[in-house]
């Protein structure tokens, strides 16, 4: 059992995320030529990019200093909004870190859950607005879930990740309210949300960062 982790585990789970990201661009990027401009695969490439390289110039030993890295990193690249939101949830994750060297399942739910807040203030989209939101939330709640019922990290994680991957398959038969994919209308019914599917990626990166 998984009962706490650290920096090491941290960027095992961050590495793992990225490298779920840029196995599945392409997919992400024909998700968003059905709803959107076509390009989140190839922004969500250069985020998994951006967190990569970060880890590797991080160098130290401090949760908070090495998500701040990542979160000013990916909030830097190129591709419209994916970096301002997904660099927000990181640097709220930094937030959330603290300033301790473990994090037991409680601790590391406490940290989702201030990423989540921190992309609240930066975004107004909701659970049901055809979102990234639609699967962070799931995941996050899930984590919190797990964490209060005892489950150790890994067991939580893998939780999370199973809600964002339900979460972003429920946006399928939602309307798009944000971004370009609002002015389709019904037309962006039948379609799962880039956004929300390239979450439950992350999720599942970070659970597989742990137990692999």
């Known amino acids: 059992m998984t009962e706490t982790i ?4 941290i960027v095992r789970m961050i590495l793992g995320a990225a490298t779920e990201i840029k196995q599945n661009h392409e997919l992400l990027s ?3 030529s059905a709803i959107g401009d076509g390009d989140h695969g190839m922004a969500m490439l250069h985020a998994a990019e951006a967190m ?11 949760l908070k200093s090495l998500l701040h890295g990542i979160g000013w990193a990916v909030m830097s690249i190129d591709g419209g909004s994916t970096g ?7 640097m709220g994750l930094s937030e959330g870190a603290g300033d301790g060297v473990a994090l037991d399942p409680g601790r590391l739910a406490d940290m989702f859950q201030a ?5 609240h203030k930066q ?11 639609d699967a962070l939330v799931p995941a996050v709640d899930a984590l919190r879930s797990a964490a209060d019922a005892g489950a150790d990290v890994d067991q939580a994680l893998s939780r999370a990740a199973e809600a964002a ?5 429920a946006t399928t038969d939602m ?3 944000f971004g370009r994919a609002r002015n389709l209308g019904q037309r962006t019914l039948g379609h799962v949300d880039p956004g929300a599917t390239s979450v439950a990626y992350m999720f599942r990166g970070f659970h597989n960062g742990i137990s692999d």
């Not at 990423?115 to 992309?119: D, I, S």
Request: overall charge negative; charged content about 35%.
């Open 123 to 133: 975004s107004k989209a909701q659970v049901g607005d055809k979102t990234m939101i």
């Open 84 to 90: 301002p939101l997904f660099g927000t949830f990181f």
């Open 115 to 119: 990423g989540l807040a921190k992309l």
């Open 175 to 177: 309307l798009a309210k």
């Open 6 to 9: 650290g920096y090491d585990e």
């Open 52 to 62: 990569e390289k970060a880890v590797d110039e991080d160098g130290g030993e401090e």
């Open 30 to 32: 024909k998700l968003d």
């Open 165 to 169: 991957d339900n979460g972003a398959k």
